[in-house]
């Protein structure tokens, strides 16, 4: 070996052409663009699950239970009173 220079560049010309021709420099390039979009994704499935055990949390306290019932169900505890007023 005579020139060890020589050996390397050729080496790395072949290496090039190996990744353009069999496709791992696109492979590579689309590879890193699914791993911004997968961890975009993991961000907002993230905040999903954080809503949700929030949700979660809040359904297990009785004061929103009863609020809830209130609200949606037109319901009224023992002590409160209710007007009902005809409608015309």
Not at 4 to 31: K, M
Not at 65 to 79: G, N, P, S, T, V
């Amino acid at each position: 070996m005579e020139k060890p220079t020589r050996v390397l560049f050729f080496c790395f010309i072949f290496a090039v052409i190996h990744l353009v021709f069999q496709g791992g420099l696109f492979h590579i390039a689309r590879l890193h663009g699914e791993h911004g979009t997968m961890q975009a994704n993991l961000i907002g499935i993230s905040e999903d699950i954080a809503r949700i055990e929030r949700k979660i949390r809040q359904a297990k306290d009785p004061v929103f239970i009863e609020q809830q019932a209130k609200d949606r169900l037109d319901m009224a505890a023992e002590d409160e009173l209710v007007f009902v007023f005809a409608s015309e």
